[in-house]
C-alpha cells in the first residue's frame, strides 16, 4: 500500500486526540482528513475517495452503536476499514463494536509504529477481500461461459445442423444469440459473392420490428460493400469493418465512438424514436468472414442498457463459431449439389475437417514431433490434436471414432472440441485459484481426468441414441522432466521405443468414450527418458489387409519400430511405406492416424514436424 497515498477518515470530538493521531502519521503515506459528526460518514458515495476510517469508541457507540449498524448495509462503507480506538476502560465497548463490522481497534496512548502497522494491516486486508471478490467473479463467469457452452452452444450447433429450413436457421442463431447475450436488438449479415454484406435477419424486441427469417419479410434495408468504389476496404462501416478484418468490435456507446459512419444507425434511431447504445458486432470466420452478426443495447437485470462484457463477447464469438459451421455445410449443401453434385461437396467437408486438425505442431524444445492423418474415405473418423498448455506443458491425443464417413467425422469434430474446451477450461480456472493460493500447483492428472470424464457424460447425456463411441489416448508431457500423465480409453496401446529397439505398451487405463456413463478414466504416468520415442497409432495400421486378405499385424508392426531411424519422420515414413506395400494396390479399408513424440539427446538439435 505504500505505492500511493492512502486516504484516512478520523472521526473525533476531541481535538486533541485527533491532533496527536495525526502527528504520528507519515504525511507521505496518509492524508488525512478530519470529521466531528459520524453522520458525514453516511454520506460518502464513492470508494475511492476514502481508503480507512479510524473513529472514537465515544461516536461508534453512540445509540447503541447506531453509525456501525448502518455501516454494515451501506454501498460503499461496507466496503471500507473501520478501526476503532479508546482507552483500556473502554475495551468492553470496543470488544462490541468489533462484533458489529469494526476491523481493529487500538488502545491510547499508542505509538506511530503501531498505529501505522495497525492502518497498513487493515488495508492490505481489504486489498485482499476485493482481489478475492475479483477472482470470485471470474471464476464464476468462466463457470458461467462453460455451463453455456456445454448446455447451450454445442446442443445448439448439433440442433442447428439438423435444421433443414434456412430461413429458419438463420433465425434461430439470432434469437439464441439475443437471449445469452440479453440483447434488445440483433442483426445477421451474409457475405455475399460480389463481396457485400446482406441484411437476411434484423430484429428489435423493444420496437416489435422483425425482418427476414420465417416470418418472410423482406429487409428494407441496402447491402453493405465491403469494398468501396476505389477498391479498398470498407472499414468505415462497423459490420463491413468486422468482416475484413476479422476481429469483433465491442463499442460501450456507439455515439461515442470515432472513426465509424454510424448515420444509418442514427437515422433509424431518429425515425424510431429509439437510442442505440452499446453495440456487439462479431464475424462469423471460415476462412474468410462468412457473415456478421451484430448485438445491440445488451440490458441488465432491471432492463437497463448496459455494456457488453467480456462474457458476452466470448459466448457470442462462441456461438458464431458454431453458426459458421452450419451455415456453411447449409451453403456448401446447396451449391454442390446444384454443381457437382454430393461428392464434391464430401470433398469440402474434408476440407473443413481438416481445419480441426494443427495447422503446424508445436516447436518443443529437446523433442521431435510428428503426425499423419489419411483418412479412407473424404471425411475421417480418426483424429490427432497436438497443443500447448499455458504452463509450458504438451496436450496431445489420438483417437478412433467408431464407423466411418461424415457421422464419424461430426462426431470426431464434436469430441476433439469438447475434449479440448474442457481440458483448456480446466487449466485456466486452475490457474485462476492457484493466482489466490488456493491450490498449491497444478493438478494435472485431476484436470485430465475431468475432461475426458465431462466428455463422456456429455456425449453419453446428449448422443446415446446414436451409439457412437471412440477409442482416445490422451497424455500431458512435462517435456522438461519427460514426465507423461495418460489416459487409455481402449485404445491401441501406443510403444514407448528405447533406443535399443525394446518395447513399453501403454495399455488401457479406461473403456472408450461414449459407453458407460459411470466408467472411470485412471491417470496413469511414464516417464519418457532421453533417446526413447512414443509412438501412437490407430488399428487402421494393424488391420490393413492385403489381397489374400492377411492383416498387417500387430506383429509385423513391432518388428518395423524396433529398426532404428534418424527422426520421427523417417519413423512414420516407414510404417506408412510398409503399410502400403502390404496392401500392394488394394486400397485403404480403414483410417490411418500416426503420431509420435522423441526425446532428443541434450547435444542434438530438436525436431520439428
Known sequence: ????????????????????????????????????????????????????????????????????????????????????????????????????????????PTTPSLL??????????????????????EFNEMEKLADDLRLKILPLGIALSAEKDFNHLLEQIVIEAMEICVADSATLYLRTEDDQLRYVIDRTNS???????????????????????????????????????????????????????ISNLRSFDKQHHYRTISCLTVPLLNNEAIGVLQ??????????????????????????????VVLQNHILVKRHEELLGYQRELEIARNLQAGFLPKSLPQVAGWELAARLRPARLVSGDFYDIFTLPDGRLAFMIADVCDKGVVAALFMALMRSLLRAFMQQAFVLQEQLMAVAVRPSADIPLMLNNAITLTNSYIIQQHAHSNMFATLFFGVLDPHS???????????????????????????????????????????????????????????ITDARNPQQQFFSQVRLTQLLAQPTASVHELLDQVEKAVHEHVNGLGQFDDITLLALRRCAPDRPDGLA
Open 1 to 108: 500500500m505504500n505505492r500511493y497515498t492512502a486516504h484516512l477518515l478520523l472521526v473525533d470530538q476531541d481535538s486533541k486526540r485527533l491532533s496527536e493521531l495525526i502527528s504520528q502519521l507519515d504525511a507521505n503515506q496518509y492524508e488525512v482528513q478530519v470529521a466531528t459528526d459520524p453522520q458525514m460518514l453516511l454520506a460518502v458515495r464513492d470508494t475511492a475517495v476514502l481508503d480507512l476510517v479510524l473513529i472514537h469508541i465515544s461516536l461508534a457507540s453512540d445509540n447503541n452503536f447506531q453509525l456501525l449498524r448502518q455501516a454494515e448495509s451501506h454501498a460503499v462503507l461496507q466496503h471500507i476499514p473501520i478501526i476503532i480506538y479508546g482507552l483500556k476502560d473502554d475495551l468492553v465497548d470496543i470488544d462490541h463494536a468489533m462484533a458489529l463490522g469494526a476491523t481493529d481497534y487500538l488502545t491510547l
Open 295 to 324: 448485438l445491440l443495447n445488451a440490458r441488465d437485470e432491471e432492463g437497463k442498457i448496459v455494456s457488453f462484457q467480456p462474457y458476452h463477447q466470448l459466448v457470442a464469438e462462441s456461438l458464431a463459431s458454431q453458426a459458421t
Open 207 to 261: 420496437l416489435g420490428i422483425f425482418y427476414g427469417g420465417s416470418a418472410q419479410t423482406a429487409v428494407p434495408f441496402p447491402p453493405i460493400p465491403l469494398y468501396l468504389a476505389d477498391k479498398t476496404p470498407n472499414k468505415a462501416n462497423i459490420a463491413a469493418y468486422a468482416a475484413m478484418t476479422k476481429e469483433s468490435v465491442n463499442i460501450a456507446d456507439i455515439y461515442q465512438v470515432t472513426g465509424f459512419d
Open 116 to 137: 501505522r502497522t495497525r492502518i497498513r494491516s487493515s488495508l492490505e486486508k481489504r486489498l485482499f477481500r476485493e482481489q478475492a471478490a475479483w477472482y470470485l467473479r
Open 482 to 540: 519427460g514426465l507423461l500423465y495418460y489416459v487409455n480409453a481402449g485404445h491401441n496401446a501406443p510403444l514407448i521405443i528405447s533406443a535399443d529397439g525394446e518395447f513399453i505398451p501403454l495399455e488401457p487405463t479406461a473403456p472408450a468414450v461414449g459407453l458407460h456413463t459411470t466408467a472411470r478414466f485412471r491417470v496413469d504416468k511414464i516417464l519418457i527418458a532421453v533417446g526413447e520415442t512414443l509412438f501412437a497409432y490407430t488399428d487402421g
